[in-house]
């Protein structure tokens, strides 16, 4: 059974930081390209960040460019979604998810492909 489980998610003030976990098997992380998404009340789910299982590479949308970055740490079976200069819009549910064969740009933006999701952590921006 293919498992996701986030973390590090909260509460912090515009232009604060935040740091999300995705855990997950090394199973997994060998041969699932990952991703980050988030939804907020009333929008659809977008991608925010996703990497690749084989090479690492990785895909930031050119909303959150800059500001957001995805990696891997191997030797704890992560992946982390550094998230710098959160603004009040950054608020929503974040979600990672995971998919076999999505080349990392379609997997962030065609959320629905994916097939594996975590429960979602909320992270709150606001003053």
């Known amino acids: 059974q293919l498992q996701l489980v986030e973390s590090g998610g909260g509460l912090v003030q515009p232009g604060g930081s935040l740091r999300l976990s995705c855990a997950a098997s090394r199973f997994v992380l060998d041969r699932y390209n990952i991703g980050w998404f988030r939804q907020a009340p009333g929008k659809e789910r977008e991608g925010v960040s996703c990497?690749?299982?084989?090479?690492?590479?990785?895909y930031t949308p050119d909303s959150v460019k800059g500001r957001f970055t995805i990696s891997r740490d191997n030797a704890k079976n992560v992946v982390y979604l550094q998230m710098n200069s959160l603004k009040p819009e950054d608020t929503a549910v974040y979600y990672c998810?995971?998919?076999?064969?999505?080349?990392?740009?379609?997997?962030?933006?065609?959320?629905?492909?994916?097939?594996?999701w975590g429960q979602g952590t909320q992270v709150t921006v606001s003053s």
């Open positions: 990497i690749d299982s084989t090479h690492g590479s990785t």
């Open positions: 998810a995971a998919a076999r064969t999505l080349p990392i740009q379609f997997m962030c933006n065609h959320w629905e492909q994916s097939g594996h």
